[in-house]
C-alpha cells in the first residue's frame, strides 16, 4: 500500500475499527472488575473512545482527564463525557508528555494502551511523575501470551496487525514494562483471550504502586 493510503487509513478507518473491537464483550468484563476501583483524581492515559466511562464509580471519581493523542477517538468519547456526575476534561496529547503537574493524580488508569502507545517506558516515567506517592496505577493490557504457539503468531502477525490496529503491538509484556519503571504490582490477574481475539494473549490486568522515596 502507497504512504499516502497508510495514513488515510491511519486517521480514517483504524480509529473507528479499535473502537468497535475495544466495545466489545471481551474487554467489557475487565473494565467492569478493575475501572470501579479509580477515585479521587483520575487520568486515564491512552483515553481512546471513552469505552471505560461507564464503569467509574461516581461517588470516588472527584475528576477525570482523559488523555489521548487521537482527535477522532476523543470525538468519539466526547458525547458520553457530558452526562456525567464528574467533571470531565479531554486532553490531545501523547503519554509521553502529559501536560500536568507532579503529584497530580490520585489514580492513572491505562487500558490496552500501552501496547499502542509508541514509547511506552517515557508514558511510564510521566505517570509516575504526575501520580501521588500513595497513588494507584490501574491497567487492564493484553501482551505477549503465555503459549508458545499463540507467541510465535503473535511474532508473525505483529507489523501486519499494528498497521491495522492503530499501531497496536501484540508482543509487548506490560508486567515487565510497568515493572521495570519502577512500580510495584500489588495486584495481578492474568485471563487468557478467546476467539475472534485469541491473538491478544491473555488480558494482564492489576493495580500497581509507584516507587516510595
Ligand atoms: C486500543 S486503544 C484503547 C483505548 C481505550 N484505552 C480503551 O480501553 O478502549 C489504544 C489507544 O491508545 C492511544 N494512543 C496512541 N498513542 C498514544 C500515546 N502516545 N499516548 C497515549 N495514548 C496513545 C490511541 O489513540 C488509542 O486511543
Given at each position: 500500500?502507497?504512504?499516502?493510503?497508510?495514513?488515510?487509513?491511519?486517521?480514517?478507518?483504524?480509529?473507528?475499527?479499535?473502537?468497535?473491537?475495544?466495545?466489545?464483550?471481551?474487554?467489557?468484563?475487565?473494565?467492569?472488575?478493575?475501572?470501579?476501583?479509580?477515585?479521587?483524581?483520575?487520568?486515564?492515559?491512552?483515553?481512546?473512545?471513552?469505552?471505560?466511562?461507564?464503569?467509574?464509580?461516581?461517588?470516588?471519581?472527584?475528576?477525570?482527564?482523559?488523555?489521548?493523542?487521537?482527535?477522532?477517538?476523543?470525538?468519539?468519547?466526547?458525547?458520553?463525557?457530558?452526562?456525567?456526575?464528574?467533571?470531565?476534561?479531554?486532553?490531545?496529547?501523547?503519554?509521553?508528555?502529559?501536560?500536568?503537574?507532579?503529584?497530580?493524580?490520585?489514580?492513572v488508569?491505562?487500558?490496552?494502551?500501552?501496547?499502542?502507545?509508541?514509547?511506552?517506558?517515557?508514558?511510564?516515567?510521566?505517570?509516575?511523575?504526575?501520580?501521588?506517592?500513595?497513588?494507584?496505577?490501574?491497567?487492564?493490557?493484553?501482551?505477549?501470551?503465555?503459549?508458545?504457539?499463540?507467541?510465535?503468531?503473535?511474532?508473525?502477525?505483529?507489523?501486519?496487525?499494528g498497521?491495522?490496529?492503530?499501531?497496536?503491538?501484540?508482543?509487548?509484556?506490560?508486567?515487565?514494562?510497568?515493572?521495570?519503571?519502577?512500580?510495584?504490582i500489588?495486584?495481578?490477574?492474568?485471563?487468557?483471550?478467546?476467539?475472534?481475539?485469541?491473538?491478544?494473549?491473555?488480558?494482564?490486568?492489576g493495580?500497581?504502586?509507584?516507587?516510595?522515596?
Open positions: 500500500m502507497c504512504q499516502s493510503c497508510l495514513s488515510w487509513y491511519a486517521r480514517c478507518i483504524a480509529p473507528y475499527l479499535v473502537h468497535a473491537g475495544c466495545s466489545a464483550n471481551a474487554f467489557a468484563h475487565m473494565r467492569k472488575r478493575m475501572i470501579p476501583r479509580a477515585g479521587g483524581i483520575v487520568v486515564e492515559v491512552g483515553f481512546g473512545s471513552g469505552l471505560n466511562l461507564p464503569y467509574y464509580d461516581a461517588a470516588k471519581v472527584k475528576r477525570l482527564v482523559g488523555v489521548d493523542p487521537d482527535g477522532t477517538m476523543l470525538g468519539l468519547a466526547e458525547p458520553k463525557t457530558r452526562s456525567l456526575p464528574f467533571s470531565v476534561e479531554c486532553i490531545r496529547a501523547g503519554g509521553e508528555r502529559l501536560p500536568l503537574i507532579d503529584s497530580f493524580a490520585d489514580t488508569v491505562v487500558t490496552y494502551a500501552f501496547c499502542t502507545i509508541p514509547d511506552p517506558e517515557a508514558a511510564l516515567t510521566e505517570i509516575r511523575r504526575i501520580l501521588r506517592p500513595l497513588g494507584q496505577l490501574i491497567f487492564i493490557e493484553h501482551g505477549r501470551a503465555e503459549r508458545l504457539r499463540c507467541r510465535r503468531w503473535q511474532e508473525r502477525l505483529n507489523g501486519l496487525w498497521r491495522l490496529a492503530g499501531g497496536c503491538h501484540l508482543n509487548r509484556d506490560p508486567l515487565r514494562l510497568i515493572r521495570a519503571a519502577g512500580f510495584r500489588v495486584e495481578e490477574e492474568c485471563e487468557q483471550f478467546h476467539l475472534p481475539f485469541w491473538q491478544l494473549g491473555s488480558h494482564r490486568a493495580i500497581a504502586a509507584p516507587p516510595t522515596g
